[in-house]
């Protein structure tokens, strides 16, 4: 799920404008996003709540942020990913010579077919899919990276020695690592793999140490996959000058190391990634908000709604919970339906304009690192006090790198924040 279209268009943003330049940055985000997100689940295995109603400790403002956050991240990160789905499949079996009709009427069938999955299937049959197609991405990935003679001198030197390039073509270098912190630490994304391992069954602290052996996996395979984006974009874009503003000028950074081969490959494995995603990101995005009604919404709370007596049978409806927490089960609450209805299905419009899917991808990455500081705030709070964390309170290293992350994201709120204003809303 965490590997998607905002993982491709930023790591190849970078290459394409920067070279190897910016490969610190992917390193250095996934230090955080490891940090971020397994101190997050730690704190939900150790005291066997959620992580929401941690953030409810600290103040009851803060999960209502969380919630305002979510409708426009989730609102334009549906219509890139909508775009997205519909462009690989057109590079795949285009349906007419007209690239945009081709591609909306694909966007517009898996749109209803990841409705269809979200609304009546569950967190085991997203788990299972896409794996297939996300391996063939990868595959595609190393092959390109090969064959774009990589300079290893250069790929070591863009690792480990940190510099800001000059603004080259349409993004900005600190606008580009901004994106990375956005789509590799996560913020509000990585409050879903909490909800999601809860969905496995990992509920109390003796899956500690399984969940951070999963976690650590996941984060250098996310490396792995970033990182040869980068090298691949750095090898064959970057010298070219192409100027990534579409899924077609992702392609042919496939399409000029692999020809047809790479193409196809690079077109399944993007749209693998843009429909996992989809699916993925919206079932624990609707896991989260359905938490803070259950727990925090007046009318809609777990102890309010077993004595509801309303006479609206519509307002009955979204009001019901199973009576016991043994019944329960999330995909089925009539919160969590109508979250997915919205989510899913309102941003469809996005397939009749002409706005560029990578530019939403670039803004929707960005937009939540202002949120950092309220999150991780929060985040430091809840696991540093010993009275709910015990003997598993934050050592120094956790402390530190949580507050290295918060003061970054509060450089760049102040130094993008006002452009990042401008861009969205003129």
Not at 28 to 34: E, I
Not at 157 to 163: A, L
Not at 243 to 249: F, L, T
Request: glycine fraction near 8%; hydrophobic fraction near 50%.
């Amino acid at each position: 799920t965490v590997l998607g279209p905002g993982d491709v268009v930023s790591n190849t943003a970078a290459g394409a404008h920067y070279g190897y330049r910016l490969l610190w940055a992917l390193a250095l985000t996934l230090v955080f996003r490891y940090v971020w997100v397994s101190t997050s689940a730690k704190y939900v295995l150790v005291t066997g709540e959620s992580l929401l109603k941690g953030y409810g400790r600290v103040a009851p403002w803060v999960p209502l942020i969380v919630i305002l956050s979510f409708f426009p991240i989730r609102h334009f990160a549906n219509q890139y990913l909508m775009l997205m789905m519909g462009s690989s499949s057109h590079m795949l079996f285009p349906i007419h010579t007209d690239a945009e009709w081709s591609a909306g009427i694909w966007s517009c069938l898996f749109t209803l077919v990841g409705f269809a999955m979200m609304f009546w299937g569950g967190y085991p049959t997203i788990e299972r899919f896409c794996k297939v197609l996300i391996g063939i991405m990868g595959s595609s990935l190393l092959v390109a990276a090969m064959l774009s003679n990589p300079d290893p001198t250069a790929i070591l030197k863009g690792t480990f020695m940190p510099s800001v390039p000059e603004g080259q073509g349409l993004y900005d270098a600190l606008f580009i690592v901004m994106a990375l912190i956005g789509t590799e630490a996560g913020t509000t994304a990585n409050m879903t793999y909490v909800y999601f391992m809860s969905e496995r069954g990992w509920n109390n602290v003796s899956y500690l140490k399984r969940q951070r052996f999963d976690l650590a996996i996941g984060v250098l395979c996310l490396f792995v996959m970033g990182a040869l984006l980068q090298i691949a974009a750095a090898g064959v874009v970057h010298p070219l000058g192409i100027e990534i503003q579409s899924p077609e000028d992702l392609g042919r950074l496939f399409s000029e190391t692999q020809g047809k081969i790479g193409l196809v490959a690079f077109a399944l494995g993007l749209w693998g990634s843009a429909f996992s995603s989809f699916i993925g990101f919206n079932t624990g995005y609707a896991l989260i908000l359905t938490d803070v009604c259950r727990n925090f919404v007046p009318g809609l709370k777990k102890d309010e709604t077993k004595t509801s007596t309303n006479s609206n049978r519509f307002i009955t409806w979204i009001q019901h919970i199973p009576a016991t927490d043994k019944e329960y089960v999330a995909q089925k609450d009539p919160v969590f339906r109508i979250i997915i209805s919205l989510w899913a299905l309102l941003p469809i419009y996005i397939i009749f304009t002409d706005i560029s899917a990578v530019w939403l991808v670039l803004i929707v990455a960005a937009f939540p690192v202002l949120l950092i500081p309220i999150l991780g705030l929060s985040l430091l709070h809840i696991t540093n006090d010993r009275k709910l964390m015990g003997k598993y309170k934050n050592g120094w290293l956790t402390n530190s790198i949580l507050i290295l992350l918060i003061l970054i994201s509060f450089y760049f709120a102040y130094d993008q924040g006002d452009d990042l204003w401008r861009e969205v809303f003129g």
